[in-house]
C-alpha cells in the first residue's frame, strides 16, 4: 500500500475542453468499450476524483447526516462484494465476467438498503450522479498516446494508482492497460 501513488490531476484543456476529443463508443464491440472505459478510468482518476468530490461537499452541505449513512453503506455493500468475491467462487466468476452487472448490484442493493433506511435522495445525487457522470465520460472520451503510455506503466506495475487497486477489487485487473 506504501507505493500507491496518485496520478497528477490532467488540465481541463486535457480532460473536458480544447484538446479533448469525444466519440460514442461501439457498442457492438463491448471489450474494445470496457477497456476505454477502464483506461480512462485510470489516467483522469485524479480528475473524477475532484469532480465526485465537488458533488459530495455540495451534498453534504445540505445533507451531511445522511450522506454519512449513504457512504457507510455504499462502503459496508462494496466490501462486503469484495469479501465474498475472495472467498466464494461462484462470486468470483461472476464478478470477473460481468463487470457492468457486478457495479449495478452493489448500487442496486445499496439503493434498497438506502431506500429502507431513508436516504434514497442523498445516494442518488451524491452517490450515484457521479459515478454516472464519470462512467460517461470514460465512454465517450477518446484516449492520446500520453494516456496510453500512463496505462502501459500502470499494467505492468510500474505504478501502483488507487483507481488500479478499486479495479483489482472489482475483478478489471487483467483489463486494464490493454
Not at 118 to 135: D, N
Amino acid at each position: 500500500m506504501a507505493d500507491v501513488q496518485p496520478p497528477p490531476l490532467r488540465a481541463m484543456d486535457d480532460f473536458l475542453l480544447g484538446s479533448a476529443r469525444f466519440s460514442a463508443p461501439d457498442v457492438r464491440n463491448l471489450e474494445r468499450w470496457n477497456n476505454r472505459i477502464i483506461n480512462n478510468l485510470l489516467y483522469y482518476q485524479s480528475n473524477y476524483f475532484a469532480s465526485a468530490t465537488v458533488f459530495l461537499v455540495i451534498v453534504g452541505y445540505m445533507r451531511p447526516l445522511q450522506l454519512l449513512l449513504g457512504a457507510l453503506v455504499v462502503t459496508l455493500v462494496f466490501l462486503g462484494f469484495v469479501w465474498a468475491a475472495e472467498n466464494q467462487a461462484a462470486v468470483r466468476r461472476f464478478r470477473r465476467t460481468h463487470p457492468s452487472l457486478s457495479l449495478s448490484a452493489i448500487l442496486g442493493v445499496t439503493y434498497l438498503l438506502l431506500s429502507v433506511l431513508g436516504g434514497v435522495a442523498v445516494f442518488l445525487f451524491g452517490i450515484a450522479f457521479p459515478i454516472l457522470l464519470i462512467l460517461v465520460h470514460a465512454s465517450v472520451r477518446l484516449r492520446s498516446l500520453k494516456n496510453k503510455l500512463e496505462n502501459k506503466l500502470e499494467s505492468i506495475g510500474l505504478k501502483r494508482t488507487p483507481m488500479g487497486l478499486l479495479l483489482e477489487a472489482l475483478g478489471q485487473e487483467q483489463e486494464a492497460g490493454s
